[in-house]
């Protein structure tokens, strides 16, 4: 139990385009989801935290509009990278809390790489 | 205060050896540490967590011990195998100050278990 999905697994876009990641809680429902960003050989870094119907809380540097954030349902969050460059090339992972508060199951993460 | 200071940056271990991991907070208000384990291009898997009421809880191979005084904890792999190499980190959230399931990490552990 407790699976995060996340789709694509990569995907290679052209600069000043923009790209839309999905997040899924496939067996279980998701009050809270949780974005990240990881560099090669670094931390995660929280971008945002949804909460399902409302507004995303966007952590201190993050752009909001430039990651736009959507936590429609209990299960699915996206994460739009609007207008990428090729510095928004990274590692894009995003978790989820269900019933337990503590515990965070993450995805498998999703390669962005802008050209 | 938010901080999680992990150590040491990699780490090298002959297989069956122990593997030590360490991490320091400032926050006495984090009241959740779980650990992760990594593999490359691969999303962050929950290993083992404890909260700050116990000072040591096994599961497996792996062991946190956790020293409220110092507010730091650690990370304990007996036996280490080739397959244990992977990145780990260190977390810590609380659930007060409206930072339900928040997760602060550590810098990362790269460990090496050599046969």
């Known amino acids: 139990g407790a699976v995060v999905s996340q789709h694509p697994s990569w995907v290679i876009c052209k600069s000043g385009t923009s790209v839309k990641i999905e997040c899924r809680s496939l067996?279980?429902?998701?009050?809270?989801m949780f974005w990240y960003r990881q560099f090669p050989k670094q931390s995660l870094m929280l971008m945002a935290t949804?909460?399902?119907?409302?507004?995303?809380?966007?952590e201190q540097g993050v752009e909001k509009d430039k990651f736009l954030i959507n936590h429609a349902s209990l299960t699915l969050s996206t994460l739009t990278v609007t207008s990428a460059h090729p510095e928004d090339s990274s590692f894009y992972i995003c978790s989820a809390i269900g019933a337990s508060p503590d515990t965070q199951y993450f995805g498998p993460g999703t390669r962005l790489t802008v050209l | 205060q938010q901080q999680v200071k992990q150590s040491p940056q990699s780490l090298i271990v002959q297989k069956g050896g122990i593997s030590i991991i360490n991490c320091a907070y400032e926050?006495?208000?984090?009241?959740?540490f779980p650990w992760y384990q990594q593999f490359p291009g691969k999303g962050p898997a929950l290993l083992i967590a404890?909260?700050?009421?116990?000072s040591e809880k096994k599961e497996g191979r792996f062991t946190i011990s956790f020293n409220k005084s110092a507010k730091q904890f650690s990370l304990h792999i007996m036996d280490s195998q080739p397959g244990d190499s992977a990145t780990y980190f260190c977390a810590a959230s609380t659930m007060i100050y409206n930072q339900g399931g928040k997760l602060i990490f550590g810098q990362g552990t790269e460990l090496s278990v050599k046969p």
């Open positions: 926050n006495t208000a984090f009241d959740y």
């Open positions: 067996d279980f429902q998701a009050t809270t």
């Open positions: 404890i909260r700050p009421d116990v």
């Open positions: 949804s909460n399902e119907g409302s507004k995303a809380t966007y």
